[in-house]
């Protein structure tokens, strides 16, 4: 199995469907058996979207949602004051 840090896919501004292609490749040719997806702020719907369309699109059948994580993280915004911006992890998994 490749490093945990391989597994993760942060989604940010890029095309939707370069997250998507991104868990497929890590579950067939990687052949990780876990994949986490990341987000954070406005973000979270599009990791959502990536997840779900991943799992029922793509790699229907083979692969599910384990766990969904949500929080809070603490950062600066570009006037350096604090902010606190909502986060998600959504963890995927390949079915036994």
Known sequence: M???KDNVIFVG????????SGV??????QEADEIVVKAR???ISRA???????STKFLDNQI????????LEDLE???????????IEITLVKKK
């Open 64 to 71: 599910e949602v384990k766990d969904i994580q949500i929080d």
């Open 13 to 20: 501004k890029k095309a939707f469907m370069n997250y998507v």
């Open 2 to 4: 490749s490093d945990e």
């Open 24 to 29: 497929v490749m890590q579950f067939t040719t």
């Open 41 to 43: 702020g406005n973000n």
């Open 77 to 87: 915004n570009k006037n350096q004051k604090p902010v606190k911006v909502s986060t």
């Open 48 to 54: 959502v979207d990536v997840a779900l369309i991943s």
